[in-house]
Each structure stands twice: as structure tokens, then as C-alpha cells.
């Protein structure tokens, strides 16, 4: 079993939430990895730009710096009924790898998963549900973790939540039924230590493990940006909640690079600026720069194609959507 660490603080000046950074050694990764996280963060900084030239209504939250959390996870976990968050995209992305369908959907063109009407944050595909509402998808994720034991189901359930979320009651009373029934249920936390624009520090007090703790609920921390290094620490994990051992809390300590949601980042330069020094793109850049520079170039290319010809389909009708 992994460690609680209740002692997981950042050094004196840093807000909470930074993972190591270029302390951490990342093994070269496999085509197929290496291309899905290159995939997400191209995509949403396509999103980005998108908002800001018009071409996407109300908001768009993205999770720039978080890419590779998703894309570890989502093989150790299928299959399961994944409910994600506002800032899901990369969620959808590793478990689907619909980028026309998801980009369709947020820009409210022809070929969208949910018509059009779901937008950046509410998108529903058979396994998987996203929500702007917090806390929301633990409560339903505990629901189907029952059904999935009762009815002797191998999947899992999954809800990605951020530190953040931590403030809402519902997560509490879903650790308890979790606990008490022994639910096949795995709460993934994207600890960035930021909530919109408070940091975690000034807002929640103790430690994500403790709380996982008053309900005898198993912790498992991760600080590592290496997909294998985290598929090699959580494989066993996983699989004994799989097996019946009860309900698991990972807890990623992360960096969240771009805005809450589009422009509406309040952080000085000066941070921004470090967060990219220690953000996974750019280490894993400088310690495999040949293979990073072909697949990156690659995933870049990909997603301009797949932008353009979304945005020449005709916009979703209210009527055809509904």
C-alpha cells in the first residue's frame, strides 16, 4: 500500500501544488503516449485561440499542465465509468480520442458528441460524464460503483475532482458510503493548488490524505510527471480496488499553466513563468528532445488539420440538437 503522506507541503514561498519538475527522470515514453499528451496540449491551446478570435461561446477551462494525469491513468483504470470535472478535456481525449467530435462540441458544429448542447463542460458518452457542478460526479460515482458491485461488473468508477472540490459536503458523504459499502470507486485528485484564483493554502486546511483518512479510505500521493513512473506506482493500487479492496483517493500534486478558464489568470509572470520551467512538456523536451521534436511537430500538425475542418462544418441547429 502506498504511504499516506500528510506532511506533503511546498517549500516555504511556493504555493501548494508544484509537482518536481526537472528533478524528475522521464523515461522515454511510448509512441502512443508521447502523442496523446502532445494531442491534449495542442488541443487546448487551439482552444484557447479559438475563444479569443470568437469562435467558441460562453467559456472554455483547460488543463494545460495537467495532460499527463489522464493519459497515465486511463489505462489503469479501464474499464470504468469515468465522470469527469469543468476542466475535462483531457479526460475525454485519453479515454476517446475524439478531438473532431469534442472540438465539434465545444465550438457548436455539425458532428458533436452531445448535439451541440453540452459544451466545453457538460459532455455524456457512454462512460463518461463531465459536469460544472462541483463535487457532482462523485456522488453520481458512487452510485454506479454500488450497481457495479452488486451486479459483480469488473469496471470501476471514477471522478476526477480538484483540490478545490474538497469544500463541498457531498465528497464527504460520498467517502462515507464508499467506505462503509466498500465500493469499487477511485477519486483522482488534480491537487494544482490553485482554486479558480485562491491558492489551496489559504482556503483549505490539513491535507488531502487526512481526510481520506477519517474515513479509513486508502491514499495514494503522487508528485511525479512520468507516466510510466506513475503507471509503475499505481498499477497495484488500482487493482486492488478492482479486486475488492475498497475505494482509493490518488492525490496528484499538479500545476494548472493557463487561465481558470480563457484570459483570467491573476498569477504574476514570474510564477507563470517557473511552472513552465517544471511543466512535463518542457522536461521531457529537454531529456528526449529527438523524439520529442518529431511527435511534437506531428500532434501540432494534427490538430491544426482537425480545427479547420471542424470549424468549415455548418453550425448545430436548436431544433437538431435537442
Not at 479569443?52 to 489522464?70: F, R, V
Not at 460503483?145 to 460520498?174: C, K, S
Not at 490553485?194 to 481526510?211: C, E, F, K, L, Y
Not at 477519517?214 to 487493482?239: K, M, N, P, W
Request: net charge neutral; hydrophobic share 45%.
Amino acid at each position: 500500500m502506498t504511504a499516506i503522506r500528510q506532511d506533503a507541503r511546498p517549500p516555504e514561498g511556493m504555493r501548494a501544488g508544484w509537482p518536481r519538475g526537472e528533478s524528475v527522470r522521464h523515461a522515454r515514453l511510448a509512441d502512443a503516449d508521447l502523442d496523446l499528451l502532445l494531442t491534449i496540449r495542442h488541443f487546448e491551446q487551439t482552444l484557447l485561440s479559438l475563444f479569443a478570435s470568437g469562435h467558441i461561446a460562453g467559456t472554455t477551462h483547460t488543463c494545460l499542465g495537467q495532460e499527463y494525469i489522464p493519459v497515465a491513468m486511463t489505462p489503469l483504470l479501464a474499464p470504468a465509468f469515468t465522470f469527469s470535472n469543468h476542466r475535462g478535456h483531457g479526460h475525454y481525449l485519453a479515454q476517446f480520442g475524439d478531438l473532431a467530435g469534442l472540438l465539434a462540441e465545444i465550438t457548436g458544429r455539425a458532428g458533436a458528441v452531445c448535439g451541440g448542447v453540452g459544451g466545453s463542460q457538460h459532455v455524456f458518452r457512454d462512460g463518461f460524464c463531465s459536469t460544472g457542478v462541483q463535487g457532482e460526479g462523485v456522488a453520481a460515482a458512487v452510485g454506479v460503483a454500488l450497481h457495479m458491485r452488486t451486479t459483480n461488473l469488473p469496471d470501476l468508477a471514477v471522478a476526477y475532482i480538484g483540490d478545490g472540490t474538497w469544500g463541498q459536503g457531498v465528497v464527504y458523504e460520498a467517502l462515507n458510503l464508499a467506505a462503509l459499502w466498500s465500493l469499487p470507486l477511485v477519486i483522482v485528485v488534480e491537487h494544482n493548488g490553485i482554486a479558480q484564483s485562491t491558492p489551496t493554502d489559504r482556503a483549505m486546511a490539513g491535507t488531502v490524505a487526512a481526510r481520506a483518512a477519517a474515513f479509513g479510505v486508502r491514499h495514494a500521493y503522487v508528485d511525479s510527471t512520468c507516466v510510466v513512473a506513475i503507471r509503475d506506482q499505481l498499477a497495484a493500487e488500482v487493482a486492488r480496488v478492482r479486486d475488492g479492496g475498497g475505494p482509493l483517493v490518488v492525490e496528484f500534486r499538479t500545476q494548472r499553466l493557463g487561465p481558470h478558464s480563457k484570459g483570467d489568470d491573476t498569477r504574476p509572470a514570474a510564477e507563470l513563468a517557473a511552472l513552465t520551467e517544471r511543466d512535463w512538456y518542457t522536461t521531457y523536451a529537454r531529456q528526449h528532445p529527438a523524439h520529442f521534436a518529431a511527435r511534437d511537430a506531428k500532434a501540432r500538425a494534427t490538430v491544426a488539420v482537425i480545427a479547420q475542418e471542424v470549424l468549415a462544418r455548418e453550425p448545430v441547429r436548436r431544433e437538431s440538437a435537442a
